[in-house]
């Protein structure tokens, strides 16, 4: 069973998320929390293999409440999926930073729900590929620094399948664009979240637009 504790401050919301979830034969919502500071500790005292954590609530925002259970420095980090509208996308490029593994909009269909909860359990990045480049893009560039340095130790391939990365590709897409196989591809991630010291997708695709590899632009 895929455990979760889903947070948000809008009771309506909440109850939907915990519904569509609490239906699926393979999860069960252990826990709910209204604000930032029950969302910490609930997760905390209850250990779920999945958060899905709102940015804008009282107390403590999503972003904090990210960096606190899956942020640089926390032992066991959890698992976190950031729910956001459009009007809010700068805090969803610093919820990424602060640790969070993928991002899905409210508005998503519940299936596009259940299946971001499963793929982050299973222990992938999630990100929206429809507004991967909209979010991440733009603000990376507004926050980019000297960066570039850090990529000097990946090959042509690896900066390669990276830009294929931060453009929201999975494995298989990737495969299909560079004809080679996803077992290939795997390995080439595997490689380049290891030289550059990343936990995951998420955080590729941000250095990717940070060091300016790629751009918002394409």
């Known amino acids: 069973m895929i455990r979760v504790v889903v947070c948000d401050d809008q009771a309506l919301i909440r109850s939907g998320f915990v519904a569509i979830l609490g239906a699926q034969p393979d999860m069960e919502v252990v826990g709910e929390a209204s604000d930032g500071p029950s969302s910490v500790a609930t997760a905390l005292r209850l250990q779920p293999d ?20 899956a942020g640089p420095g926390v032992d066991n ?15 969803v490029y610093e919820a990424l930073r602060a640790g969070a ?17 499963r793929t982050i ?15 991440v893009g733009r603000f990376a560039a507004r926050v980019r620094r000297d960066e570039g340095s850090a990529l000097t ?20 897409e990737i495969a299909a664009t560079l004809v080679i196989s996803a077992e290939t591809v795997k390995t080439y991630v595997s490689r380049i979240l290891t030289k550059l010291n990343l936990r995951d997708r998420v955080q ?15």
């Open 121 to 135: 359990a299973g222990g992938e990045a999630l990100l929206d590929p429809a507004v991967t480049r909209q979010l």
């Open 204 to 218: 590729a695709v941000v250095l990717a637009y940070r060091t300016g590899l790629v751009s918002a632009d394409g």
């Open 77 to 91: 980090p959890m698992k976190v999926l950031v729910v956001t509208t459009f009007n809010v996308d700068s805090y």
């Open 153 to 172: 130790g990946l090959t042509p391939r690896e900066l390669e399948v990276l830009k294929l990365i931060a453009a929201g590709q999975s494995n298989a």
């Open 50 to 69: 999945v958060v899905v954590m709102d940015i804008q609530m009282p107390g403590l925002d999503g972003i904090e409440a990210t960096r606190q259970l």
């Open 101 to 117: 593994s993928g991002f899905l909009l409210k508005d998503a269909r519940p299936p596009e729900l259940i299946g971001a909860v």
